[in-house]
């Protein structure tokens, strides 16, 4: 049964939503411009224009509404805690903007190398990711993290995730949930977690990361929730044996990984599906998904410190699925992401 009056519930709460980072982003860009440190890169390469932004991001909504309407996933809100502790985010955000503009302006990300704890970290994982100080190992970093991404897409990020939701509701369509697994990779501050737990309560849920703030603010963000297992643990080497896991998800990650470890990520995936198991993957657009977009894509790097991205725009996915045993069964475009479906077919030969 159509599920009408969630669809206007969702499509209205975006609406408001985008509104809301609109006007943020309004406000960051003037207090930038008043510091001096608006970023001058220009790129070579394409950009779509403001109105085509727009209409795009607005399909994207109108598409969320729609996957309500049609039962993939609930209207509930996704944001949890309390306004007064968004409020006190939005504060830190603001008065962390200064710090951000300068070191993107001087170029420097080396402040996670001064923590004790990045000694036990990989080499490509120890820097400041975004010019956020303390990179991932910070809990002010984590307590950012959301309000940061949403702000960047306009409030888009949370329907973003969604869109890669919508396929594992597809999967798990006529299936028992409560016999079912789902494991998270790189689970972050745990919003697309929780976003699998208020659509499907009964669900096997498992996420980990390698950083140990983020994976504190993910067991924030569930609580009152049926718990998910959150565990801190490398994606090159999961702690979990083969074949374990009826889905696999991975959102935002693949972008943040030197060609090399993306290569064993895909392979640890592989490896923890089951066969006939499905995996997700949401990311960031790669050059030509949207070519008159690809510039948008040589800037990111360069405005926020992605050093591995730029591989990653024109990194042959679909051939590493292919050989990891992945096999295709779709690619569909989300605003500024991809989504790739992925059934495990057989072991890499």
């Given at each position: 049964m159509a599920d009408t009056l969630g669809m206007v519930a969702r499509l209205a709460g975006n609406s408001i939503r985008f509104g809301w980072y609109y006007g943020i982003n309004w406000l960051l860009d003037r207090q930038a411009a008043r510091l001096g440190k608006r970023p001058q890169f220009r790129p070579k390469r394409p950009v779509p224009s403001r109105q085509e932004l727009l209409a795009d991001l607005a399909r994207l909504l109108v598409q969320d509404a729609g996957n309500v309407r049609d039962g993939l996933y609930p209207a509930e809100d996704d944001m949890p805690g309390s306004i007064g502790d968004y409020i006190d985010r939005l504060r830190l955000m603001m008065a962390d903007l200064p710090g951000a503009l300068e070191r993107r302006a001087s170029r420097d990300a080396s402040s996670v190398k001064r923590q004790a704890e990045a000694t036990h970290l990989p080499e490509y994982y120890a820097q400041d990711f975004h010019f956020q100080a303390g990179g991932y190992l910070s809990d002010d970093s984590a307590r950012l993290y959301d309000l940061?991404?949403?702000?960047?897409?306009?409030?888009?990020?949370?329907?973003?995730?969604?869109?890669?939701?919508?396929?594992?509701?597809?999967?798990?369509?006529?299936?028992d949930q409560r016999r079912l697994s789902l494991l998270d990779v790189a689970c972050g501050t745990g919003r697309f977690l929780r976003q699998v737990r208020l659509a499907f309560p009964a669900l096997k849920l498992t996420?980990?990361?390698?950083?140990?703030?983020?994976?504190?603010?993910?067991?924030?963000?569930?609580?009152?929730?049926?718990?998910?297992?959150?565990?801190?643990?490398?994606?090159?080497?999961?702690?979990?044996?083969?074949?374990?896991?009826?889905?696999?998800?991975?959102?935002?990650?693949?972008?943040?990984?030197?060609?090399?470890?993306?290569?064993?990520?895909?392979?640890e995936i592989a490896r923890v599906l089951k066969h006939d198991g499905l995996f997700v993957?949401?990311?960031?657009?790669?050059?030509?998904?949207?070519?008159?977009?690809?510039?948008?894509?040589?800037?990111?790097?360069?405005?926020?410190?992605?050093?591995?991205?730029?591989?990653?725009?024109?990194?042959?996915?679909?051939?590493?699925?292919?050989?990891?045993?992945?096999?295709?069964?779709?690619?569909?475009?989300?605003f500024l992401s991809k989504v790739m479906v992925r059934r495990k077919v057989a072991s890499p030969g």
């Open positions: 940061q991404v949403e702000t960047l897409f306009y409030g888009s990020a949370a329907a973003m995730r969604r869109a890669g939701l919508a396929e594992v509701a597809k999967f798990l369509k006529g299936r996420g980990f990361d390698l950083s140990e703030p983020y994976v504190r603010e993910a067991e924030r963000h569930m609580q009152g929730l049926r718990p998910a297992e959150l565990v801190t643990a490398n994606a090159e080497a999961m702690p979990f044996p083969d074949a374990s896991q009826d889905i696999v998800t991975c959102i935002y990650l693949f972008h943040e990984l030197p060609p090399e470890v993306r290569r064993r990520v895909t392979s993957l949401v990311d960031s657009l790669q050059m030509g998904d949207k070519p008159g977009w690809d510039g948008l894509l040589e800037a990111f790097p360069v405005r926020f410190h992605e050093p591995y991205f730029e591989s990653y725009a024109t990194d042959d996915l679909d051939a590493d699925f292919t050989e990891a045993g992945l096999a295709h069964l779709s690619t569909s475009l989300a």
